[in-house]
């Protein structure tokens, strides 16, 4: 079964750095553009980043660009997405999904992740 | 590019049709797909490509438009779509969400 399995619910506070983490199974994870995308508490999606596993090509919403990194390691079919200094903003819900199709090109995302809850509080 | 949906939210009755409208700021082709989203669940991809429906979507959901403008249509409604439905345009990079219709049967 093609799946995207995500780390656990994480609890930070002001100024702490994280990670989290996106496990692909059951498809070739290198091949696909996986993405990140937002969604804060009671609030819509949004896009905040992509990358190709396979090359490590990285695009990134203009919104986050400086304030997130997003990686990936092909040989365990695991992309990532990091913040050096969280804010409390930055609590929400983050997604991470796979596009429809195999290679190059800007697709839909049709396998997504549960998301992970980023909560960040003093 | 901006996506901007309409109504935010619409309440509509089992059986009955349901037209949520997506407008782009400037045209993105037949670049556009419909999620839905339930609480507590990742969202669901129903069309892409403006029309087309992603594998074991029911035949009652349909999308139509290109350029600026789009439909998704819900033809008999059922109970399990109450939800709230996103467009995404997936024109150029960055993609962008709409800001989603809340769908109350």
Known sequence: ?122 | IVMTQSPATLSLSRGERATLSCRASQSVSSNLAWYQQKPGQAPRLLIYGASSRDSGIPARFSGSGSGAEFTLTISSLQSEDSAIYYCQHYSIWPSTFGQGTKLEI
């Open chain 1, 1 to 122: 079964e093609e799946q995207l399995v995500q780390s656990g619910a994480e609890v930070k506070k002001p100024g702490e750095s994280l990670k989290i983490s996106c496990e692909g199974f059951g498809f070739s994870f290198s091949s696909y553009w996986i993405a990140w995308v937002r969604q804060m508490p009671g609030k819509g999606l949004e896009w905040m980043g992509i990358i190709y596993p396979a090359d490590s090509d990285t695009k990134y919403g203009p919104p986050f660009e400086g304030h997130v990194s997003i990686s990936a390691d092909k040989s365990t079919s695991t992309a990532y997405m990091q913040w050096n200094s969280l804010k409390a903003s930055d609590t929400a819900i983050y997604y991470c999904a796979r596009q429809i199709k195999v290679g190059g090109g800007n697709w839909p995302f049709d396998l997504w992740g549960r998301g992970t809850l980023v909560t960040v509080s003093s």
